[in-house]
């Protein structure tokens, strides 16, 4: 008899230190998820910062492109408003297609291209996308590792005791940026 007790009190203790392990588990696994997201931020506020130098450079020789200086200015307030990451994702979606037009009316101007202080920023921006896509792998791979441990038996159960919900991925809107680029080898 003693030893039916002791063995029941064995596994009890076994599942109580299983519960508390796992739910320490998932909220590792959630903090990392918030850790990345502010890594996400982080870089998109430096981008955020770039803009207006960026705007000003090019304003400067193409005063008459005031279109596309609105269009980056409208852009770049409604990313930093966003408050969900399918908010953010959506606003940066905006903003990426509006400093593209940006840089379509720089081409335009040979003389500004040259200037040293347009260079040096295209090239900060440049490194800031590239941050920021390190960042967003980061982001979403601790997504799909805490949005598994909520989603797999056992972890579901302790998620649902303790209001753990699914994250949303940060992903491309623009399903064009999906598609391969075409190649052409035309010989002239």
Same mark, same amino acid.
């Given at each position: 008899? *003693?030893?039916?007790?002791? *063995?029941? *009190?064995? !596994?009890?203790? +076994?599942?109580?230190? #299983?519960?508390?392990?796992?739910?320490?588990?998932?909220?590792?696994?959630?903090?990392?998820?918030?850790?990345?997201?502010?890594?996400?931020?982080?870089? +998109?506020?430096?981008?955020? &910062? !770039?803009?207006?130098? !960026?705007? %000003?450079?090019?304003?400067?020789?193409?005063?008459?492109?005031?279109?596309? =200086? %609105?269009?980056?200015?409208?852009?770049?307030? %409604?990313?930093?408003?966003?408050?969900?990451?399918?908010?953010?994702?959506?606003? %940066? $979606?905006? +903003?990426?297609?509006?400093?593209? &037009?940006?840089?379509?009316?720089?081409?335009? #101007?040979?003389?500004?291209?040259? $200037? /040293?202080?347009?260079?040096? +920023?295209?090239?900060? !921006?440049? /490194?800031?996308?590239?941050?920021?896509?390190?960042?967003?792998?980061? #982001?979403?791979?601790?997504?799909?590792?805490?949005? $598994? &441990?909520?989603?797999?038996?056992?972890?579901?159960?302790?998620?649902?005791?303790?209001? =753990?919900?699914?994250?949303?991925?940060?992903?491309? /809107?623009?399903? $064009?940026?999906? /598609?391969?680029?075409?190649?052409?080898?035309?010989?002239?």
């Amino acid at each position: 008899m *003693v030893i039916v007790i002791i *063995v029941v *009190v064995v !596994l009890i203790l +076994l599942a109580a230190f #299983y519960y508390i392990a796992k739910r320490n588990g998932i909220i590792s696994a959630r903090n990392r998820v918030d850790e990345s997201w502010s890594g996400i931020d982080v870089q +998109l506020k430096r981008r955020h &910062d !770039l803009v207006p130098n !960026l705007v %000003e450079t090019v304003k400067g020789y193409a005063a008459h492109e005031s279109q596309v =200086f %609105e269009k980056v200015t409208q852009a770049r307030a %409604e990313s930093m408003s966003a408050q969900s990451v399918q908010d953010t994702a959506t606003a %940066e $979606t905006k +903003l990426t297609g509006a400093l593209t &037009d940006l840089r379509a009316v720089a081409e335009q #101007y040979p003389n500004l291209k040259a $200037t /040293e202080n347009f260079q040096q +920023l295209s090239r900060q !921006l440049s /490194e800031l996308e590239d941050e920021i896509q390190a960042a967003r792998r980061i #982001y979403n791979s601790n997504v799909q590792s805490y949005n $598994t &441990d909520i989603q797999q038996f056992p972890g579901s159960i302790i998620a649902n005791q303790g209001g =753990f919900t699914a994250r949303q991925y940060f992903e491309i /809107e623009d399903k $064009t940026d999906r /598609e391969p680029v075409a190649v052409s080898f035309d010989p002239k």
